[in-house]
């Protein structure tokens, strides 16, 4: 098996963590910016009435070509519905300001794409920052709380959209060159909550996403067709995907994200479900994930084809929800498989985990398909402690999306299948010596050898660990 040396890999992460800087960040020199105040033209900032008119006035206000920062002054909180932003345009959220999302239907577009409380398109120079807070009020669109699974409103019988997804997101830039999101709260989003739409040059740091664990479709950060994007000191704790790659009309290049923590009732970072298109040159570095359903994920169902990524020193912690959830709980999941019978097959090559550190209930799940194997991946340096204490069911393979959705299975440390390329060097799995925790699991290695070929373990064990409630 060709094998790619550590020292390249580690060549590809400084690259990537030192050249995509300036390309996410570089500017045109630019004079100081005008400072223009919400306040100054009309918004009264109460929480009840509306504020659109002064909010959309004052960005209309900022001269073209020149940079412009559009102030919400604390105290307040500014309801509003859709504002659109233009290039050159930064909202200035002070601490204690609160731009509030309208939760009627009238308050966003026609246009179902373009339900967004904050939306920039065609821009560039444009983002948000202060110290406040964007709210989308997402306790207002639950028509039933459960405690599985909050039932939402659905604006579907507008034509414009179907199923139950159809809710307004929190911010949108689509289209947008040179954007940057900084020192904000984004909390409550009623749908997806920070989406970057066919945008290049994008810096993410220092902002805090809190979405209720209960509300489904809650993402944190999409990368959605963007490319050079940097996330960076972010803290995100929601109920869906925390940060989500996807490739919906074009490939999806050069994302580094580093100096995080999260936390989600599904995956903290998932590539994916949305895979017609390839995606290449990612970094993840120095990220802790707490309590999630599913760690570092890999969901790919539409064709495209995923290289080059590395996943290094992350701090990892899994636990089982309500399997109406995807996940079981996998620390690392890399699957790939048609959606449906229409779908094509991908692939994922060249993955590299190092210094990983995971406490689960579940084990590593990697699922290639006949047409679409997983090739070159590596673990190197884990640690990999496996402890029952929530009472779900286990013994479930989880396809979902598509392919063969919930599966009875043996379940193991490491479950494989469809692999061409597979090392493991100084890995080490610890497990409960609990008898009923060992009636619950099965041995460290599941697979058949038909389906895996060219794998190499060098320096792995697999062995009790002793509790303190058995060692006490």
């Known amino acids: 098996m060709a094998k790619t040396p550590i020292f390249s890999l580690f060549q590809t992460i400084s690259i990537l963590l030192v050249i995509q800087s300036p390309l996410a960040t570089s500017h045109p020199l630019n004079p100081l910016p005008i400072i ?31 940079p412009c920062r559009v102030t919400f002054p604390a105290p307040g909180k500014y309801l509003t519905a859709t504002v659109f932003l233009k290039s050159g345009v930064v909202l200035n959220v002070e601490p204690g300001a609160t731009v509030l999302g309208g939760t009627r239907l009238e308050d966003y577009p026609e246009d179902s794409s373009r339900w967004y409380v904050i939306l920039a398109e065609n821009a560039s120079n444009v ?8 709210d989308g009020q997402a306790g207002e ?7 599985r699974k909050n039932v939402m409103v659905s604006w579907n019988q ?21 954007v940057r999101v900084s020192n904000i709260s984004l909390n409550h989003p009623a ?9 290049n040059n994008i810096r993410i740091e220092d902002v805090r996403i809190y979405g209720d664990f209960n509300i489904p479709n809650n993402d944190g950060i999409d990368i959605d067709d963007s490319n050079n994007t940097i996330i960076n000191r972010c803290h995100i704790d929601t109920g869906d995907d925390a940060i989500c790659p996807k490739s919906s009309t074009s490939p999806v ?7 995080s923590w999260i936390r989600t009732k599904s995956s903290a970072i998932k590539l994916g479900s949305a895979s017609w298109f390839d995606f290449k040159h990612f970094v993840f570095d120095n990220i802790t994930i707490v309590d999630s359903h599913r760690g570092l994920a890999f969901q790919i169902r539409d064709g495209g084809n995923v290289s080059d990524i590395v996943f290094s ?8 929800y309500d399997p109406l959830w995807w996940g079981r709980a996998e620390p690392i999941y890399v699957t790939t498989c048609p959606r449906n019978a229409a779908s094509k097959e991908g692939s994922i090559s060249n993955i590299l985990f190092i210094n990983i550190t995971a406490n689960a209930e579940n084990g590593i799940f990697l699922s290639g398909s006949k047409r679409g194997l997983l090739r070159n991946l590596r673990f190197i340096k884990m640690n990999v402690t496996y402890r029952r204490f929530t009472s779900y069911e286990g013994g479930l393979w989880d396809y979902r999306p598509g392919c063969q959705e919930l599966v009875k299975h043996n379940t193991a440390g490491m479950m ?5 390329g597979l090392e493991v060097n100084n890995v080490e799995m610890r497990w409960s010596n609990e008898q009923e925790q060992l009636d619950q699991w099965n041995n460290p290695l599941e697979f058949r050898p038909s389906t895996v070929n060219n794998v190499s373990f060098i320096h792995f064990n697999s062995g009790f660990y002793t509790n303190s409630k058995s060692s006490s």
């Open 36 to 66: 223009l105040s919400v306040t100054d033209f009309g918004a009264s900032g109460d929480g009840l009435n509306y504020d659109t008119t002064a909010i959309q006035s004052t960005i209309d206000a900022c001269p073209d070509g020149r």
């Open 127 to 134: 983002g948000i920052e202060g110290g406040g807070a964007v």
């Open 313 to 320: 020193n992350i701090n990892i912690s899994t636990r089982y």
């Open 191 to 199: 749908y997806w909550c920070l989406h970057m739409v066919r945008s």
């Open 253 to 259: 290049y050069n994302l580094t994200a580093t100096n």
């Open 158 to 178: 507008t034509g414009a959209c179907s199923g139950d997804e159809c809710r307004p997101r929190l911010i949108g830039f689509v289209d947008c060159n040179h």
């Open 416 to 420: 494989m299948e469809h692999i061409d």
């Open 141 to 147: 669109f639950v028509v039933r709380e459960d405690p």
